[in-house]
């Protein structure tokens, strides 16, 4: 049973360190710093998702220019 009553101070004292933590610059920068990244990862795996599907389908620019050239 103290083991509980231990884990739940904790759990409260940990609240208390969350709302120090939420005023601090560091916290808010590193914050920023992760989201960034995360962003940034996304739309390369997105570029490449588009890069592969004009390597497998083409580039629509380039079918227009051989109809072009085969109806000239």
């Given at each position: 049973m103290?083991?509980?009553?231990?884990e739940y101070l904790g759990?409260?004292?940990s609240a208390m360190?969350?709302?120090r933590l939420l005023k601090e610059k560091k916290f808010w920068i590193?914050?920023?710093?992760?989201?960034w990244a995360a962003a940034l990862q996304g739309h390369m795996m997105w570029m490449q998702k588009q890069d592969a599907f004009?390597?497998?389908?083409?580039d629509l620019s380039e079918n227009k220019?051989?109809?072009?050239?085969s109806a000239s």
């Open positions: 103290g083991c509980f009553v231990q759990f409260f004292y360190d969350a709302s590193a914050s920023f710093i992760v989201v004009k390597h497998k389908f083409g220019e051989e109809e072009d050239l």
